[in-house]
């Protein structure tokens, strides 16, 4: 083992965001990839076995890069870093973050902040019906959504519809107060979340007002024929066979469309096959139809949400594995 002293620069200013608060990013760093780390006077010194050394010096790079184009860095950011050049891959975080797809009301930039969410939205926007599959987290719905917000603004399409089957996850509510929009409304609460954040309240319930803007149960596609529109179907696992057939046959011409789901989550009773699982077979090998599968890696939430989808997913697999029974001799 041959050790290593690295030496590189980083402009003062950048310093605290790239090695985090109290250095936080910096031991992570440390502990990762068994190195030390010597910060003085805006020079890094990494000290180590030669590999590593170097690849920490490829983290810190990109970092400082990001830096310097105005993020303010997360622990996501460091962990998706340090992950990509674990696996040796060409494409860093800096490559991603150049794919700006709209702001929010805030101003806050709308990115894909993975390889795989990077696919995702490339599928999206050079292709007609895209499939987003993925555990939770992974941002499916949410850059379907401003994928489909930045259409409407720049005239590609001329309506968005956004529709998920009505359908209670693993609970039975009951009788709801109110009119048929009250009813429905709990079901599509999350796609309102991301119109508002997006788009604003006014502009959304000005734009809905006209038509232009379509929130809906999937029932209500029925006997439709959708032109020059951006249609998302959320929460496509609880479709029946049936039900995805009749959305799929409803897309007319000039018309873009994003389902996304999330096979390890369907609410639908016991022993019912799910329509997004018989979609995905039947139609994968369609020209202009893509299916992006995003994993556990392209989880964005807080760090504890990718461990628990991980740790669900390592479960699963073990209760799937068939049981040896041993005989008795």
Known sequence: MSLAELMMEIPAEHEKNVF??????????ERTFHTTLIIRDGKIKIVGENVQAEKVRRVLKQ????SMRGNHITEQQVDYAISLVYE??????????????????????????????KR??????????????????????????????????????SRIILTRPAIEAGEKLGFL???LQSKIDPYLRPLYDALYQIMGAESFIKNSEKGLIEVAPLAYMRG?????????????????????????????F??????????TQKDLPAQMVSGLDVAVKVVKDIEDITVCTLTSKDVVRHPLVQKIVKAYEEYEKKSSKPKTVKRRK
Do not use: W
């Open 88 to 117: 040796n891959q060409e494409a860093g975080i800096v490559e991603i973050d150049r794919e700006l797809i709209c702001h929010t009301l805030q101003g806050k930039p709308i990115k894909p902040k993975t390889l795989g969410q």
């Open 254 to 263: 000039g018309s873009k469309v994003v389902i996304t789901g999330d096979s």
């Open 224 to 252: 439709r024929t959708l032109d020059n529109a951006f249609i998302i179907l959320d929460e496509a696992q609880n479709t029946t066979p049936a039900q995805m057939k009749m959305f799929l046959t409803r897309i007319g």
């Open 63 to 66: 970092l400082c890069e990001l």
């Open 177 to 179: 107060p109110g009119d």
């Open 120 to 157: 995702y939205v490339d599928a999206i926007r050079d292709g007609m019906i895209t499939f987003g599959l993925g555990p939770a987290g992974t941002g499916k719905t949410y850059l379907a959504m401003a994928m489909a917000i930045t259409a409407f603004k720049s005239n590609e399409v």
């Open 20 to 29: 985090g608060q109290f250095d936080a990013y910096a031991k992570k760093l």
